[in-house]
Structure formats: C-alpha cells, structure tokens
C-alpha cells in the first residue's frame, strides 16, 4: 500500500502526519510519499521526513500514486474529482453539514473516513482530534483575552490599594470550556461556567468555578459528550440567566456547541452592549 502525505492550503498550519507516524508505517513495510513542503508551517522540514523513510514528491504525484491519502483539509473538488475510483481519503469532512461534499465524494467513487465523527469513547480517545483541538482552543481563548483585557486577571494588593481580580464567564463546559476554565483560574480569575447540562456541575466546581444553574435543562446521554437542542422556554430562561451574570464580567469565552448544526447563539446583542467599557 503507498499512503500520501497533501500539504494542507493557506492559512493551516498543520499536517496530517509527523515523521514519527511516518517512521511507524515504514517499518510494518508500507510506502510513504509526502507532498514537498507538506510539515514546514508544522515546524518539520522535509528532511525530517526523509530521514523517517519518507519519499518527497509533487503533490500530483501524491494524488494519483497513493491508495490511501491523509489530510486535514478536503482537496479542492477539482482535484479529488480526477482521482481514480476505490482511492481512500482520511481527512475531517464536517460531513454532518458539508452534504454537498460528501455526496461529491461518494458521486467520485472515493472511500472517505472523516476523523471528526470519531465517536468519543475511552477505547477511541487515542483518535479523538476533536479533544484535542478543544483543548488547545480553550487554553488559547483564556492567553488571547487575557493580553487583550485592560486590566488583569488576578488581583494585586499594594500599599497604593487592591486591584480586584477580573471577573470570566465560560459558556459551554465541554472540553474546550473546562480548559479555560483550569487556564482562568490559574492566572488568578474569579470564574463562573454555564452549561445546560447538569452532570458537568462537579467538574466545573472542582477546578474553582461557579456553576450557573437553569433548571429544566433537557441531556442526553447518547449524544457524545455534547449538548443538545434545547425547549423555547428553556432558551428564555437561559438567556437571561446568561445575561445577568455576563453583564458582570470582563471576559465571556463561549465554548457551546451542537453537532451537525450551527453553534446556538446565547449571547445577545443587548448583553455585549451593557458589559463594562474594556470588557
């Protein structure tokens, strides 16, 4: 089998596999090619990927050669619609909203596997990118707010006063929004989460934050770790329950989401309006 390695476009830094995976295939005997320049905005030039076993070639090449293609970022349709019928794809497709892509996909007879449908369970946690990507998204929401707050996050006491620690809401407490709550409070913050489901309240609690409670929530087990659409009268009571405490803060990460569909919006105009100048 030759699996290949595509540079993703423009604008994402990463890659599908580093040499270290590469270095794994090639002792179980399987043929790697990787696309020229495919790791360098990863930091890992193609010399890395030489020395891993790895050949170097143009990305046609990596199109038309391999049996089995990794990437992050789906092909242009252009590209994958010239691919020879039976070719495999692993890639992350979004495929519960990118219907058209995927009928695309199976209309060019190619076989795709899409990462970020995974189900997360503990036997697929090795698999999940999803986690992990959440998790980096949470860490760098809490640094990217915290240089762009104009005051700070902990509190400070001298002999001229005390500086009150900055206040941050997190709605959402799934992975990404559990890591920015770990990340707030270790630069100091008083910190207070939301989520509609009920059995993230310990956790929440246990890393040092408030939990805002709405009764009447509607969970679901089956749905993966994720929230699920909620009643209208539900929606009421969460809204204002989110404004009254995000016009207190000085920071309001929003983390929610719902799978296959857009992200449910829960913070209103009219609440960003009445935070504090500086929020």
């Known amino acids: 089998m030759k699996i290949g390695i595509l540079k993703e476009s423009p604008g994402e830094n990463r890659v599908a596999m580093l040499p270290d995976g590469v270095s794994a295939l090639v002792k179980l005997k399987v043929s790697v090619m990787v696309e020229k320049g495919a790791g360098v ?41 010239k691919l020879v019928a039976g070719k495999i794809m692993v890639t ?123 009764e009447g929530a509607k969970d679901e087990a089956s749905a993966g770790g994720y929230a699920v659409e909620q009643t209208e009268d539900f929606k009421q009571k969460q809204r204002q329950a989110v404004h009254d405490h995000a016009v207190k803060s000085d920071v309001i990460i929003c983390t929610a989401q719902i799978p296959g569909r857009k992200a449910p919006l829960i913070l209103l105009k009219d609440t960003v309006e009445q935070m504090q100048p500086g929020s």
């Open 41 to 81: 905005s990863a930091y890992t030039p193609d010399t890395e990927y030489l020395q891993a076993g790895a050949a170097i070639a143009s990305r046609a090449e990596v199109l038309t050669d391999s049996d089995l293609l990794l990437t992050i970022g789906t092909p242009d349709r252009n590209e994958f619609s």
């Open 92 to 214: 992350v497709l979004n495929p519960l909203v990118e219907h058209d892509m995927v009928r695309d996909l199976a209309a060019a007879g190619l076989t795709t596997f899409s990462l970020d449908v995974i189900p997360r369970s503990t036997r697929a946690q090795a698999m999940d990118i999803l986690s992990s990507q959440a998790t980096v998204a949470g860490y760098k929401a809490v640094l990217d707010a915290a240089n762009r707050l104009g005051g700070f996050f902990q509190m400070f006491m001298s002999a001229a006063g005390t500086i009150k620690p900055s206040k941050v809401m997190i709605i959402g407490a799934g992975v990404a929004g559990l890591q920015a709550i770990s990340s707030a409070r270790k630069l100091g913050a008083v910190v207070e989460a939301f989520d509609v489901r009920s059995a993230v309240k310990e956790e929440v609690q246990s890393l040092g934050a408030k939990f805002v409670e709405v």
